[in-house]
């Protein structure tokens, strides 16, 4: 109601900052967050304050002492008085900064990753454990279709509602390399097979299957004999 906070020696501390070099007006704390935050993160705050949360989470960049900007984890509680009115919020800010920056290099290197896939003849998915499509590239929409991230890869390449017979993603998620030759009738080509597990940085593991078209080879194959 004051617009008047009680920084942290701790919080003064993470910014670069002696404990008396900080007042208590709020402007102290919102001159610090980044630009581009600030307006999201402000509306954030009001309508917490205002629904009188007690959950309340967001991120944003917050200016160090030196100029530098860390990544800020903000947690917080609205207290309310008898008639239930907002009368203070208190939180913490949890410097996340190499989190992000971690994430930054993962989603750096899955853009690179998939820009390979997408250059690649080959019809190349991604699907989960529980065999939906997380992924798949120009080449494999060839076979099925676009927009069916989200599909069972059953059903997407197959036409089926059920799990394939020969379905060897057990051993895929287990660390082995399965192949295999295959065939989509629907589309009256023969594929060689190769699933390979694919390790996430949060330890999960999805699997990556490649199908390369063979069809003109069995087809000389069978007139050679």
Not at 119 to 133: G, Q, R
Request: charged share 30%; net charge negative.
């Amino acid at each position: 109601q004051t617009n008047e906070v009680d920084y942290s020696s701790q919080w003064k501390i993470q910014i670069g900052h002696d404990d008396d070099e900080i007042g208590t007006s709020l402007d102290e704390w919102q001159r610090r967050v980044h630009p581009d935050d600030i307006d999201r993160v402000l509306q954030e705050v009001q309508l917490c304050i205002k629904e009188c949360r007690k959950d309340f989470k967001t991120e944003f960049r917050f200016r160090h002492d030196d100029g530098h900007y860390l990544w800020i984890l903000a947690t917080g509680s609205v207290l309310q008085d008898k008639k239930g009115n907002a009368t203070k919020m208190g939180g913490t800010h949890v410097d996340i900064t190499e989190r992000k920056l971690i994430e930054e290099a993962l989603a750096e290197s899955e853009a690179r990753y998939r820009s390979i896939l997408e250059a690649m003849d080959d019809a190349i998915y991604i699907c989960s454990p529980d065999l939906k499509i997380e992924y798949a590239n120009t080449a494999m929409e060839k076979i099925i279709g676009p927009n069916k991230v989200g599909t069972h890869c059953y059903e997407a390449i197959y036409g089926i509602k059920k799990q394939c017979d020969f379905c060897d993603i057990s051993s895929v998620l287990a660390g082995k390399t399965a192949r295999a030759e295959q065939k989509i009738p629907s589309k009256n080509r023969q594929y060689h097979v190769t699933k390979t597990p694919l390790r996430h940085a949060d330890g999960s593991v999805s699997a990556l299957t490649v199908y390369r078209d063979i069809s003109e080879l069995k087809s000389m194959e069978k007139r050679l004999k």
